[in-house]
């Protein structure tokens, strides 16, 4: 069947695979090790290698990651940078910062500005898609761009050929509607944390999305494999993932496929790049997809924005 997914395809017309993400975990590892050096992360340069050669085609960073170089890196070693062929069989999201963060003021100017510092460093002359990373920011204390500054110049970066896509990443209903109010390119994503245990990120989100055509992207699928305290999800995901031959980490990741979501996962080990893939190779019935789904609304949480979202569940 047909999904939003579908419409997703590298700029040589190759069907998206999931993503495979450069977050938390290396933005963390990076400002450990002194990210005003300049030095790479070698380690997520080979994961992200590993990723590729393993038959990935998405990858997915940010501009508050300060890992662009690194995924620049890991591109030129792939061999998706020796040529404009070569990288249009590639899928690159980024996502732009604009402030909102305690501690974490905006890096430029505005989108624009971002964008041409992030083709520079990764080394292309376009991004894949282009996401607001959250819209939780005060113009009073940031750049002065409001919401529907930041979209304008999201547009125009799709004017000027340096974005294919844009969308929208952790956000709820009204930012959504309020940028359909004025949107000449609406968004085509919202990137939000979803999993058995966080089935909405914020009311209706899912619901909102798919009646106007916006493909949800969700990060942190493979969040309860860690968050089950009572054991009864992961067992579930065992008997399911038995009967196809596929471990919880697989089961989870089609969990999400099987709603027509483009899930973004992570991994430092090359072998579960292979196995990550392989939620191509099965499917789960609309028995299993719900049983998942009520056996992990049994239990909450939330790994992400933990307060911008609360109000919205007062």
């Known amino acids: 069947m047909a999904s939003l997914r579908d419409n997703f395809k590298t700029k040589a017309g190759e069907r998206l695979t999931i993503g495979v993400g450069s977050g938390t975990k290396w933005h963390i590892l990076k400002r450990s090790r002194g990210e005003k ?38 591109l030129r070693r792939a061999g998706y940078l020796a040529d404009e062929k070569a990288r249009e069989k590639v899928w690159v999201t980024d996502k732009y910062y604009p402030g909102g963060f305690p501690g974490h003021e905006p890096l430029t100017t505005g989108p624009i500005a971002s964008i041409d510092v992030a083709l520079k460093a990764l080394g292309t002359t376009y991004l894949d898609l282009y996401l607001v990373h959250q819209p939780f920011f005060d113009p009073k ?50 990137q939000i944390e979803f999993h058995p245990f966080l089935q909405e990120q914020s009311p209706g989100i899912v619901s909102f999305c798919a009646k106007h055509d916006i493909l949800i992207e969700p990060y942190g699928p493979l969040s309860p494999l860690f968050r089950d305290d009572s054991g009864k999800l992961n067992d579930t995901l065992d008997k399911i993932g038995a009967k196809h031959g596929k471990n919880r980490a697989q089961v989870l990741l089609r969990y999400a496929v099987d709603q027509g ?23 789960l019935s609309p028995e299993d997809v719900a049983l998942i789904s009520k056996e992990g609304a049994k239990h909450h949480f939330r790994g992400f924005f933990i307060e911008k979202f609360a109000p919205y569940y007062v």
Do not use: C, M
């Open 37 to 74: 050096t300049g030095d790479l992360v070698e380690p997520l340069v080979t994961t992200l290698v590993s990723a590729f050669e393993a038959g990935f085609n998405h990858v997915d960073t940010a501009e508050i990651y300060n890992t662009h170089a690194e995924v620049g890196e890991a």
């Open 261 to 283: 979501f483009l899930p973004i996962t992570t991994s430092s080990k090359a072998e579960r790049f292979h196995e990550a893939l392989e939620v191509e190779t099965f499917q």
């Open 141 to 190: 204390t940031g750049t002065g761009l409001t919401l529907k500054d930041v979209w304008r110049e999201l547009e125009q970066a799709v004017a000027e050929g340096k974005v294919r896509y844009i969308g929208l990443s952790n956000s709820a209903v009204p930012h959504i509607e309020e940028i359909l109010s004025y949107a000449t390119v609406k968004p085509a994503v919202n």
